[in-house]
């Protein structure tokens, strides 16, 4: 019965690749890292499912996340700032006519 259940994560945890979010891509690549140490516990492979937690979990998935956040964080500052000297330029071609 565990073992359905860790298969059907498994799959569930395997829809990274349909979802358009990023935020939502990296947390489902973090659901199928810690998928695969249960797995891993299961068959009494104690130490590589405490490595896949640590080093895929713990380090790799939250690099992804922090890049994106880099990422997002540089768009939406470009998007506020095209937006808001698109505004500032018409207001002072409105002071001149």
């Not at 690099?63 to 002072?92: C, Q, T």
């Amino acid at each position: 019965m565990l073992t359905f259940l860790l298969s059907l994560l498994g799959v569930i945890s395997s829809s990274i690749f349909i979802v358009d979010n990023l935020m939502y891509s990296v947390l489902l690549l973090i659901l199928t890292f810690i998928n695969s140490s249960f797995i891993l516990f299961l068959i009494e492979a104690d130490f590589l499912a405490f490595i896949f937690i640590i080093i895929y979990v713990g380090a790799i998935a939250i690099l992804f996340l922090f890049v994106i956040f880099v990422l997002l964080l540089s768009i939406h500052k470009y998007l506020f700032n095209k937006i808001f000297l698109k505004k500032r330029n018409a207001e002072n071609l409105q002071d001149f006519v």
